[in-house]
């Protein structure tokens, strides 16, 4: 079945500091993929997206590009702030659905 | 607001007991989902509505969890004879589009955290 895997937190980083959180994917066809994030007290909310192979999901700084050849989708910042502090989801849905498969979630703290 | 909202925020329940936990959509928004998230892991897919047709129930864990969505809008997720496995936080999620025309933005609702004692 379709699987995510991110890497595990906590990343915790100094403000100003350069993020990457790795992203992996098993799925058959052409999965969308996602980046969630969940501030402290708040509900998911989507923060980027790409549909097809190459394509560069980017908001607020975030960037990640959708990767076929390695199956990865991999978010980066390149200044993070204290506001980034959050949990990241990542996620795919196969094209013919808006069922969301997700990782399991990296936990980032970015300290002053 | 405008957002889906959910409640109660936090239940605690004697394992044995039902809960029901409840789901505001944003209106107009015709797909609905329910997620259960476990402690320090990705939200997993329990049940989607379209309308008020539950077309895919199949991540409930077991038949102790029935959801319904009677009129389209608001759903209940009830837990019967709950047990310390099912706590959890449970994420309702709502979409404008159905199956088969979204790219999968979903918005979420903060969720609802049972603790079964």
């Known amino acids: 079945g379709d699987s995510v895997t991110q890497m595990e937190g906590p990343v915790t980083l100094s403000e100003e500091a350069f993020l990457t959180i790795n992203c992996t994917y098993t799925a058959t066809g052409y999965p969308s993929l996602f980046w969630y994030v969940q501030y402290p007290g708040e509900g998911l909310q989507l923060l980027l997206k790409a549909t097809k192979a190459d394509d560069k999901g980017s908001n607020k700084g975030f960037e990640a590009t959708y990767r076929k050849e390695t199956t990865s989708f991999h978010l980066e910042k390149g200044s993070v702030q204290v506001s980034d502090s959050a949990v990241y989801f990542c996620a795919l849905n196969k094209a013919a659905g808006n069922k969301l498969t997700f990782g399991g979630g990296t936990r980032v703290l970015v300290k002053p | 607001g405008a957002g889906v909202s959910q409640s109660p925020r936090y239940k605690v329940a004697k394992r044995g007991q039902d809960v029901a936990l409840r789901c505001d959509p944003i209106?107009?928004?015709?797909?609905l989902f329910w997620y259960q998230q476990a402690l320090g892991q990705g939200p997993e897919f329990l049940t989607y509505?379209?309308?008020?047709?539950?077309?895919?129930k199949s991540g409930l864990p077991s038949d102790r969890f029935f959801a319904e969505r009677p009129e389209g809008s608001v759903s209940t997720l009830k837990i019967q004879r709950t047990q310390q496995e099912d706590s959890a936080v449970y994420l309702c999620?709502?979409?404008?589009?159905?199956?088969?025309?979204?790219?999968?933005?979903?918005?979420f609702g903060e969720g609802s955290r049972l603790t079964v004692l």
């Open positions: 999620a709502s979409s404008p589009r159905v199956i088969g025309q979204g790219t999968g933005e979903l918005f």
């Open positions: 509505f379209q309308n008020e047709a539950q077309l895919d």
């Open positions: 209106s107009g928004h015709v797909s």
